[in-house]
């Protein structure tokens, strides 16, 4: 008793409470990026120069004379997603099992319990330790090679570098991890609870579904695309895409023309 009452009157510390609002706050960035990464990626399959645009885009192209545009500036980018990915690996790895006597019992809870959502969590685990290997190699590669998004040179990466296994990993992972996660915000800080919260709970559910249903097919149906375009790019490694490569020949041509021909009437 004694004890209990020298422990009852320390303050009790917000540390936690500050490290599960951090952890919330970085998981949620990165849940709400990967699903705009996605899209990103996604619009190959509306054609190479649909990709292409927007990795340019993404580079400032448009404010360049030469339109060749500023990979230092896709360089930041990556280096504030990857400090915001190891800041939330931290955070999430104190509430890791970190020895099998944990783990174990753990499981047996669980088995125990049959609760969804305690299954969902451990799915977390799982592809987060994962992910903290394999993102951490994307993320790397993104950073050192900033200037290297393309149709062409992502496809080549993919296929000719022998990186699609890697990438197809990290798809599964990244889009249960990223979605679970969203959810489980939503549940944690009582988001979209409504009047009644069952029923509230029901529908996130679903919605989880079909969003990690909808990504994952968006994410394998460009794997496939990019797949496909670095096969049959696999003699031309290393080389830039370069859209509408014909059009601008015949418009600098009809430049040319032009010019020749105003020069001939200002002669007579």
């Not at 690996?89 to 099998?100: E, H, S, Y």
Request: glycine share 8%; proline share 2%.
């Amino acid at each position: 008793m004694e004890s209990y009452i020298i422990e009852s009157k320390k303050k009790k510390s917000r540390l936690p409470a500050r490290l599960d609002f951090a952890q919330s706050a970085t998981g949620l960035f990165l849940g709400l990026f990967m699903w705009a990464h996605m899209f990103l990626v996604g619009s190959i399959l509306l054609g190479k120069g649909t990709f292409h645009f927007i990795a340019k885009t993404m580079e400032f192209a448009f404010l360049s004379d030469s339109g060749q545009g500023y990979p230092i500036a896709v360089f930041f980018a990556v280096a504030g997603v990857f400090t915001m990915f190891i800041i939330h690996a931290l955070l999430g790895v104190r509430k890791f099992p970190i020895t099998w006597k944990q783990h174990r019992i753990m499981r047996d809870q669980m088995q125990m319990m049959d609760h969804q959502d305690t299954n969902l969590w451990y799915i977390q685990v799982i592809t987060g330790f994962i992910m903290f290997f394999a993102g951490s190699i994307h993320l790397y590669i993104m950073l050192t090679h900033p200037g290297d998004i393309g149709p062409y040179l992502s496809a080549d990466r993919i296929v000719s570098g022998n990186m699609w296994p890697l990438y197809l990993i990290l798809l599964v992972c990244v889009e249960l991890h990223g979605t679970i996660g969203l959810y489980r915000l939503c549940m944690k800080w009582g988001w979209f609870s409504g009047k009644d919260a069952v029923k509230s709970r029901e529908n996130l559910k679903k919605l989880k579904n079909r969003l990690t249903i909808f990504f994952l097919s968006l994410g394998f149906l460009a794997l496939v695309v990019f797949i496909v375009i670095g096969i049959n790019h696999k003699d031309s490694v290393g080389e830039r895409y370069q859209k509408d490569g014909a059009m601008g020949a015949v418009i600098e041509e009809t430049h040319q023309g032009q010019e020749t021909q105003a020069i001939e009437e200002t002669k007579e």
